[in-house]
C-alpha cells in the first residue's frame, strides 16, 4: 500500500487548509484511514482517524476545527482544517490499515503563521 498526500503549504491564523490522501497498490480494502502530525522533539500525535463507515475519532487539540471525511471508492481520507493556530504548525502524517498492517505516508508540512 503506498500513500500519496496532498495540500498542505503556508496560511494565515484563523484561515483554512485542506489536505487529502490517497492509497494505492494492491490490497483488498482499507481499513481506518487518517492523519497524524508530530512535532519536533515530540510524539507523533493523533489528529484524526475515519473508520471504514463513518465514526470518527479526533484528537482533542482540534475537535470541534478539523473535519475528517472519505471517499471509499477512491481509497481517500480529507482533512478540512479550520481555524488554524500557529501550534498547528507542524509535519502532518497520513495513515491507513490495510489487511490489519499499518501504512504510513510521507509527512507534509502545514504552517500557519500569527
Known amino acids: 500500500v503506498q500513500l500519496q498526500a496532498s495540500g498542505g503549504g503556508l496560511v494565515q491564523a484563523g484561515g483554512s487548509l485542506s489536505l487529502s490522501c490517497s492509497a494505492s497498490g494492491r490490497f483488498v480494502s482499507v481499513g481506518f484511514m487518517g492523519w497524524y502530525r508530530q512535532a519536533p522533539g515530540k510524539q507523533r500525535e493523533l489528529v484524526a482517524l475515519i473508520l471504514g463507515g463513518s465514526d470518527t475519532i479526533y484528537g482533542d487539540s482540534v475537535k470541534g476545527r478539523f473535519t475528517i471525511s472519505r471517499d471509499n471508492a477512491k481509497n481517500t481520507v480529507y482533512l478540512k482544517m479550520d481555524s488554524l493556530k500557529p501550534e498547528d504548525t507542524v509535519v502532518y502524517y497520513c495513515?491507513?490499515?490495510?489487511?490489519?498492517?499499518?501504512?504510513w505516508g510521507r509527512g507534509t508540512l502545514v504552517t500557519v503563521s500569527s
Open positions: 495513515k491507513c490499515d490495510s489487511g490489519g498492517s499499518g501504512y
